[in-house]
Every structure is written in C-alpha cells, then in structure tokens.
C-alpha cells in the first residue's frame, strides 16, 4: 500500500530527524562535526534491548538509554573536544571523535557480538494497530513517530523560547560574546552534546523497536546517513535538519514502493553532493552557516 | 561623585605580551567608585588590549586586577560578567539572529543561573518589563522585534549599550562608542551615557573624540605604546606636553 509506505517513511524519517539535529545543535555551538554520533545512536539500541531483555517496561528502556547515551555524550564532548575549540582544530577533534565512535562499536560487537540482537516485545504491542480509512498502522511504528515529534517540537521550544536557548543560540553566534554576557560556553557545549546524544540514543532503541532487533552496523548506515540529511537541510539549522529527515524517510520508502530500493543508499549521498554543489547552504536553512560562506 | 577610599577597580603593574611584541607595559591605576573615567591614547596605545585583559578575553602576561579588593586576573569571562563587569566592543558585535528584545535578555544575570525562567516563571513578566524599559531608554523599544542584524549601524550601537547594560552591572567599558558617529548621533549618546551613569558604580570610556571625552569624564588616563603616560583633570591632561605630542600629534595625522 503506498499509504503505509508513505507512513513508514515518515517514521523513519523521524529517527534521521532526530539523529540530524544531534548533529546540526553540535555543530551549530562548535561549527564541527561530531562523528562519534552515529554510533552513540547505535549503542542506544543495544542498551534498549538489553534493559527490555533484564525486564524493564518499554518507558523505563527508553529513559535509561537516554541517560546512558547523554553521560556518554559528554564524556565524548570532554575528551574529543574540550582541548579543541578553537577554529583551527576542525581535523582534530574529528578524528578524535571518529576514533571514539569506532572504539564504542567495537565494544558492543566484543559485549553483544556482531549479529543482531532481537528485542522481546510483548506479543499484543507487535500486532497492535489502528485501522484508518481501510489502511493499517502499526500502533507501536505511530507510538514512536509520535514521541519523535513531541521530542523534537520540545528542543525548537526550548531553543526559541527559553533563557537556555537563547544561551545555546548565543554560543553559536560568538562565544566570546556570549561569555563576556556571563554565558559559561563550556556548560552549554556540554548541555548541547548531552540534549543531542540523548535524542540520538532515543533514536537508537526507536529503531531496535522498529524493526524489531538491535544491530551494530546502523552507526555507518543510518547515523552516518542522517549526516548528509543535515547537510541537504542545511548546516546547523534544526528546521532543515527535520524536513530534510522527513523528506529522505519518504523518498527511500517510495523508492522501496516503486522497486528501487537498492538505489537508496547511494541516492542519498549523491542527493548531498549535488546539494552541496548547487546550494551550500541547504535546501531549507533560512540562512548560510559559517561553512557555507566559506 | 565622591571617590570612597577602596577602588572599584585596581590595575597594578599589568604586562600583556603577544609572542613578544609588548602590548601592555607595567599599567597601573585605579577606578575610583562614581567616576567616569576617560581612557584615551593613540591607535595602537594598547587601550583595547587593556579592556580586553580586564574582560577575560586575554590573560595577562603579569601583574593584576582587583575588583573591590579582590583578585580577578585570571577569572574566565562569564564570571567577570556575573560579577558586574560589563563592556562594549569598538567594532560592533550583536547577536544578529536574534530579535532586539533577545540581544538583552540574553545578558540579563537573573536568567542565566534560572535556564527555563522565561517559559514557567511566574517572574517572566517584571523581567521583560526592565528589558523593555533598557530599550526604551535607548529608544530601541519599536525595533524590540526586529532581528539585530538588520538594524542601522547608530541603533546596533545603542542596543550593544542597552546588552552591556542588561546584567546590571556595576563597571562598564565603553570602547569607542561614538566610532562612526555624527555630531547629533554623539549628542545623543552623551545623553544617553548620562542617563545611565547614576545606575552604574563606574564607567570607562574609551573615545578619540577631545571634546566628548572632556565633556563626561571626571578623570583621564592617557595611554601610549601599552603605557600610562598621564593621568588628571582633563584640562590639566590636555595641557600636559607629552599628552600633545603623543596623543593629539598623532590624531591630526590620522585625520
């Protein structure tokens, strides 16, 4: 059905959302690239799993991840960027945080090996679903697209409304400045890294859940994946970051529908190059990031 | 006016070196409480540098800085911030994708330890209504709205003194407010630095121009080559030789 496709999509398209806003927050407050990011989104689906396996209710899982992936976030931000802030530390701190990813990845395949894991859920949540105009929909698959949205219409809330988003907001235009207005840039880094490591995380067991296992190798896949998402939305812009998640969810889903679903992949990266070369800034950014200027 | 016997602020013997070059050399002086101090000195005399130690954007080389008494050389400049030292910069350095409104709310101290205060406070409302009186005094209050990088170059000059006011400090370093102004656009600065004098326990202007410097400081520190070479009334300074030679000399030769 090419309803269910297009709603499958969304879904999707909501975890790259996610994913794509932990990167553009980071890289809006630093203008560099967090590539251990990819697989701390990872990690979350083992943990999930894990917890779910030792007994704990879907709600619980979901939190403990976004605890463990936060905490991890920030070890991440201290020890792959904290010496590295300045503007000519780019190469560095993207090794260092590349290196750190492919130090976690090797942990979960050493802990939980190199085949999937599969996540117990109860029988009535899998088969649960809502009948909308003859179409079916997974209960648990709107269950997550529901609490995406929610997750992520809270961060723009708080980005555009609150003291501390006006903080991170104030980082991102000049730290110098903002700390001479009493702002501690090094709190709000931290603050960012653990907001986008904890959505990430969320994004991780969101997909487990999904698709009903747990697997290593969606930190090269689909972290990697909603990389390119947050340069085709455009460099450090949430609102680009989302539609451009939602968009890349949807067109995939249809390419499967119409049967060229082995194209995705390499769609999608030629889709960011030919972004890149024809619009720097973006398909949905209101404005050019600093890298986009450049 | 009257200058209590501890100092708001006490340079001693500050050294700043940038990989050899000596920028600031051996400064010393004090910030009495109430005055309006007026720091001059030719391009390159080392007065930006000396703010920007003061504020916590450069560390110094040697020497320190006191805020009533105590040590303050090496705090980051958040917590300057948060003590009460505020500054403006000479070239102008506003949020720009930010509103005007947003420009001052995001240096108001009460926010800034409270991170959700705006959006559950009960409070929200007194704090907007002071932001919104800064930019009344500054006559910013219709452009509250607007994004701040699409005002005139005179109003991003006044809303970089309302930000720099926000916090309520208790200090504040004006760094050449008045660069690229008319005659009436100083008129009405001068005007608006005294409106706000009152709330502040000291001011320091950095200002090329003779006469608007005369005309609010109660003192003057004259700065050459990362060095104070004077210091009095400024009709007393501006009598001293070595004040005309070094300073004013060289500015007829920039103009």
Redesign the interface.
């Known amino acids: 059905m090419l309803a269910e496709q297009i709603v499958n999509g969304i879904v999707m398209g909501s975890l790259y959302a996610l994913i794509a806003q932990g990167y553009t927050l980071v890289f809006g407050v630093l203008d560099k690239l967090n590539f251990a990011h990819g697989e701390i989104f990872m990690l979350g689906g083992y943990i999930g799993v894990s917890s779910v396996a030792l007994g704990a209710s879907i709600p619980l899982a979901l939190l403990l991840v976004m605890i463990v992936c936060g905490a991890l976030g920030l070890l991440v931000e201290f020890v792959s960027f904290r010496k590295f802030r300045s503007h000519d530390a780019h190469i560095t701190s993207a090794l260092s945080s590349f290196a750190f990813g492919l130090v976690v990845l090797d942990l979960v395949q050493k802990s939980w090996g190199t085949e999937p894991v599969a996540i117990e859920l109860p029988q009535t949540l899998r088969v649960a679903n809502l009948e909308f105009l003859g179409v079916h929909f997974s209960l648990v698959k709107l269950s997550i697209l529901g609490i995406a949205l929610v997750l992520m219409a809270a961060l723009h809330l708080a980005i555009a409304r609150t003291s501390l988003g006006r903080s991170i907001r104030a980082v991102a235009e000049s730290a110098t400045s903002a700390s001479l207005y009493g702002i501690n840039v090094t709190r709000v880094i931290q603050l960012v890294f653990l907001l986008a490591s904890a959505l990430a995380g969320f994004a991780g067991v969101a997909l487990a859940i999904r698709t009903g296992f747990a697997s290593s190798d969606v930190g090269f896949t689909l972290g990697i994946k909603a990389l390119a998402i947050m340069a085709i939305g455009g460099m450090g812009d949430l609102r680009g970051a989302f539609l451009g998640g939602l968009m890349i969810g949807v067109l995939e889903a249809l390419a499967f529908q119409w049967g060229f679903g082995q194209l995705a992949d390499t769609g999608v990266w030629l889709f960011m190059i030919f972004v890149l070369l024809v619009r720097p800034t973006g398909l949905f950014a209101a404005r050019s990031s600093k890298e986009a200027r450049a | 006016m009257i200058a209590k016997s501890e100092p708001l602020l006490a340079i001693r013997d500050l050294n700043k070196q940038f990989r050899g070059l000596t920028a600031l050399d051996g400064v010393s002086f004090d910030i009495a409480q109430g005055e309006l101090l007026g720091l001059i000195g030719p391009n390159g005399a080392g007065k930006s540098v000396l703010v920007n130690v003061v504020?916590?954007?450069y560390g110094a080389t040697a020497g320190t800085v006191s805020f009533l008494g105590s040590d303050i050389t090496r705090l980051?400049?958040?917590q300057l911030?948060?003590l009460g030292i505020?500054?403006t910069?000479q070239n102008i350095?506003l949020?720009?994708?930010?509103t005007v409104l947003?420009n001052v709310?995001?240096?108001?101290?009460r926010?800034?330890t409270?991170?959700?205060?705006?959006?559950f406070a009960k409070g929200a409302h007194d704090d907007l209504a002071a932001a919104e009186d800064l930019l009344e005094r500054v006559d910013l209050i219709e452009k509250r709205d607007a994004l701040a990088g699409t005002l005139a170059y005179g109003e991003a000059r006044r809303l970089e003194i309302a930000?720099a006011l926000?916090?309520g400090p208790r200090l504040l370093f004006l760094d050449e407010p008045a660069a690229g102004m008319n005659e009436r656009e100083m008129q009405e600065l001068a005007a608006v630095i005294r409106s706000f004098r009152p709330a502040l326990d000291a001011i320091v202007l950095i200002e090329h121009d003779v006469a608007l410097i005369s005309e609010l400081s109660d003192r003057l520190v004259v700065m050459d080559s990362g060095k104070v070479i004077a210091t009095g009334k400024p009709v007393d300074v501006f009598a001293d030789p070595r004040v005309v030679e070094a300073y004013l000399g060289v500015e007829e030769c920039d103009d």
């Open positions: 504020s916590g954007i980051p400049s958040y911030a948060r505020a500054r910069f350095r949020f720009g994708r930010m947003e709310l995001v240096a108001d101290k926010y800034l409270r991170p959700f205060r705006s959006l930000r926000a916090g």
